[in-house]
């Protein structure tokens, strides 16, 4: 059942869909290449402070109010109902609350900065890097929601090429946040330029109402849900040293390098069950979910596999100064392949259940919180804190798809 789905899915823009990809795969082994140069030219230490800085910048993304978010749910929404004139009102609303939202954001980073002790270059390096992640965002999710795979995968090009250049300047010393974030703001900028309707710097109090409240509770969830896949290295930096912090933030490459075969999947799928949702076609927003979990699972189980082997014979050779994030490595590898079997995160949001979906992972977070707490306090480092992600990640699995599937009986059933 599931192959026939597949095949039918990818019929229509079978190319696109796969050359789309193909390019977030490569895009992603690049960034992956890009971030292990500069861990090893920064060391285990200074690797720790840029880690920290990447968090900042994504829990940053919560002063937005999850205008990006909402727009991820509202648009396709509105392209399901062929309603342009919302479409317009939706694309400029956001686009200018974007830009509105920076300014806290900037005001926030400085404080932590100058309350860190840390030169005001790192302030204008870190707010830099978050908006071009924020602006590169709205392109993207403008581009997912209309399924226009092929510039998205030009896009994806243009990043690559943009860090292979990049390489050059890390290697002569440039900040690893510059390198990633002039990337971001030069895809940002093909997009804009390929696009055929620009958004307007306009604000529609109807659609930034509904953007907000589809958007807030999305975003919340969002950002919870990173605080559930980075709650360890936070942990690890308020009780344990910058240098252990450098060790698992080393390892969390190998995980992100893994999970982006998840994004790839779900950005493939996610219109697709939010537009089958618009047409209440209940049914067909499961069979995408499902095409959704095995193909995320079974891609992810064979690159940890095999990323898994390579770290073993490698890192020893290549990195032996990172030798000691190898159980880590393993771990997260396990911890990144059992997410798609959540099954249920992209249908809460779109059905409207995103406090289950919320309140799922706070219980995650908690449960990570306590065991790995208690395994730093038992002596067991870094190690303990991978374990404990591991064991909150299979008990957050079991919980989400216990309530997911009561909510979908619920919707189908009344």
């Keep these: ?77 509105a392209i399901g109902k062929n309603d342009d004139s919302n479409i317009l009102k939706i694309k400029s609303t956001v686009f200018t609350a974007l830009f509105i939202t920076l300014i806290p954001i900037g005001i926030s980073q400085f404080i932590l900065i100058y309350y860190w002790q840390k030169p005001l270059i790192d302030w204008v390096i870190l707010f830099g890097f978050t908006l071009s992640f924020q602006l590169l965002t709205y392109f993207k999710i403008q581009l997912r929601s209309y399924e226009n795979f092929k510039l998205f995968t030009f896009a994806y090009f243009v990043q690559i090429i943009s860090l292979s250049i990049g390489l050059l300047g890390l290697i002569q010393g440039c900040h690893y946040l510059v390198i990633v974030g002039l990337g971001n703001l030069i895809a940002g900028l093909f997009i804009w330029l390929k696009i055929n309707v620009k958004p307007s710097f306009q604000i529609h109090k109807k659609s930034l109402i509904q953007i907000l409240k589809i958007g807030l509770p999305v975003m919340t969830a969002g950002i919870v849900g990173e605080l559930l896949l980075s709650v360890d290295r936070i942990l690890i930096s308020i009780f344990l040293e910058d240098i252990q912090l450098g060790y698992y933030g080393f390892s969390s490459n190998f995980f992100k390098g893994v999970r982006i075969i998840g994004v790839a999947v779900s950005i493939i799928t996610l219109p697709r069950i939010v537009k089958s949702f618009a047409k209440q076609d209940y049914q067909q927003m499961l069979r995408y979910s499902v095409i959704q979990q095995w193909s995320s699972f079974g891609l992810m189980g064979i690159a940890s596999i095999i990323t898994g082997i390579s770290l073993y014979y490698l890192v020893p050779i290549f990195m032996p100064e990172f030798g000691s994030s190898l159980r880590v490595s393993y771990i997260l590898l396990g911890v990144a392949t059992l997410i798609p079997l959540g099954f249920y995160p992209h249908i809460l949001n779109t059905i409207g259940k995103q406090k289950v979906y919320l309140m799922t992972q706070i219980f995650g977070i908690v449960l990570n919180v306590i065991i790995s707490t208690s395994f730093i306090y038992l002596g067991y480092g870094i190690d303990g804190v991978a374990l404990g992600s591991l064991i909150s990640m299979v008990a957050y699995v079991i919980l989400i798809r216990y309530l997911g599937s009561n909510a979908v009986h619920h919707l189908i059933n009344g």
Aim: aromatic share 12%.
């Design 1 to 77: 059942m599931i192959p026939n789905d597949l095949i039918q899915w990818l019929r229509p823009v079978g190319k696109e869909r796969l050359f789309f990809f193909i390019s977030h795969i490569l895009y992603n082994i690049v960034l992956f290449i890009v971030a292990i140069i500069a861990a090893k030219i920064a060391g285990p230490e200074k690797w720790g402070l840029i880690t920290l800085l990447m968090l900042v910048a994504t829990y940053s993304g919560f002063l937005t109010l999850g205008i990006n978010n909402g727009m991820g749910i509202a648009l396709p929404l």
